[in-house]
């Protein structure tokens, strides 16, 4: 967590270079961003514990409690600006098996199996068409509160905005952290432990992973642009 004494209310800008991919929720927040990045970090200077989980529990950023006790970080979702023409699209991926890199290892015993014949149909190996809600835009802007100089060290690292990062999405050119008004900073704009503005009631996560259903909760999210 950002100590008091360098808590700064914040602004991040980043420009994106290709199209984004959302996260199925359609909220892509912030504060996962950090926890991605601290996460990576930690793994790769061999620090472990319990959960991989643990490893992000300590991030930069200042803490928001509800009167029940639980808590999220303040810290928005992502806005998304300058949306072309496009506006909103759907991309389609196919999922396609490799059947001679199966049977190289199939031959090489690092795959056993006693299927006589690989099944494309059904079961793990088969082929199927993906379908994508995609995002044209070329910047995108959050909100957070917390320690600027450890938000933008870890920003860096962070290459791509959204989903399929490794098949082109969501390339990120530049990432801008610069401090603002607390009345400019409207972090709540994300999903919270409470009621807020026209935020809705709904089943979600309030911190990261955002993705693990294992995570939801009571939680009231924006539902205006």
Known sequence: MAEASRTQTL???????????????????????LAWAVTQRKLTAGI????????????PLAKHFAADGSWCWCASALRWDNQTSGGRTIAAMVRRTEVDDIVQMLCDKTLRSRATKLDLASGPQRNYLLRYDVIHATSATAY???DAEKIEALLRDVKHLGKKGNS????????????VSPAECD????????QCGSHVPALAAIRPPYWDPT???????????
Request: charged letters at 15%.
């Open 187 to 194: 972090w709540r704009w994300r999903a919270l432990p409470e």
């Open 215 to 225: 995570s939801f909760t009571s939680a009231w999210i924006p539902v205006d642009s």
């Open 48 to 59: 472990s514990t319990g959960s991989i989980r643990d490893l992000a529990e300590d991030l």
């Open 144 to 146: 957070m509160v917390g």
């Open 168 to 179: 082109g999405y969501g390339c990120v050119a530049t990432t801008t952290v610069s401090v």
């Open 11 to 33: 602004r991040v800008d980043w420009s994106i270079t290709t199209p984004v991919i959302p996260p199925g929720s359609g909220l892509l927040h912030s504060d996962a961003l």
